[in-house]
């Protein structure tokens, strides 16, 4: 068992799935892969299932009833990690947005530099966002404006999707249920992470948008995240951060 697993959750995936298999697999790091799949109907879990024979032992698949959203999809992978013994718990989105082979770069941090969360930071140095239209890139970084505004983080993305925790961190943050499901879930982990004290590093990275699938976007997902900062910010008034 490697000592690092890499968790991608999945919804009508079957155009990146298999490539993004191949991808992690050949990494130098040897890093194990959990693939947490929400029954596609399109058969993305199938795709799994038979490319598992190929990779025993390093692949894994999750499949859950219904599609029940990317931050429950995360924790259930988290969880799964937990119980796995697995000292090293990366997430990463499936579309190729976030590129394999930058992992190395995130497990370096975590693993060499001690770090126990890793960050792969679009904003940290400058704006490293190709194929996104001035709209969305704009959006994006206000948005993690607004959140470094509301809740103090020193953390420039505060939205990313692609990040390594230690087994230690990880523990702490899901030590209480986690509120959010959709992207202010991500905002919520790095929050925890920053209360609780824990040692966090941006890792610049080009974040390119995806060319194969759809998009899981969507304005429900974008107003939870706004008013749940707002949320995130009192409640931490009336809670206990010591480790």
């Not at 992690?24 to 890093?31: A, C, G, I, K």
């Not at 983080?153 to 230690?166: H, L």
């Not at 966090?200 to 939870?224: A, W």
């Amino acid at each position: 068992m490697s000592p690092g697993l890499v968790i991608i959750p999945t919804y009508n995936e079957k155009e990146n799935i298999l490539a993004m298999i191949d991808k992690v697999m050949s990494l130098p790091e040897q890093f194990d892969l959990l693939v947490v799949d929400d029954s596609s109907p399109d058969g993305t879990g199938a795709l799994v299932s038979e490319k598992m024979a190929l990779f025993p032992g390093r692949l894994y698949l999750e499949t859950r009833h219904g599609k029940q959203g990317l931050g429950t999809a995360y924790i259930h992978g988290f969880q799964w990690a937990i119980r796995k013994g697995y000292d090293y718990v990366f997430e990463m989105d499936c579309d190729f947005s976030h590129n394999p082979e930058d992992l190395g770069k995130l497990w370096d941090a975590c693993h060499i530099e001690g770090f126990d969360l890793a960050i792969g930071s679009r904003y940290v140095k400058g704006v490293n966002v190709v194929n996104w239209p001035m709209s969305r890139v704009l959006m994006s970084y206000f948005a993690s404006v607004y959140v470094r505004f509301i809740t103090g983080m020193p953390i420039m993305d505060t939205t990313a999707g692609f990040k390594c925790y230690k087994r230690q961190a990880l523990e702490k943050i899901l030590s209480t249920p986690v509120k959010f499901v959709g992207y202010a879930f991500q905002i919520e982990m790095k929050f925890r992470a920053f209360k609780y004290g824990f040692k966090i590093r941006e890792v610049p990275i080009i974040f390119t948008d995806r060319t194969s699938g759809t998009s899981k976007m969507s304005g429900n997902i974008i107003r939870e995240a706004f008013v749940g900062v707002v949320w995130l910010k009192i409640s931490s008034w009336f809670r206990n951060w010591k480790q």
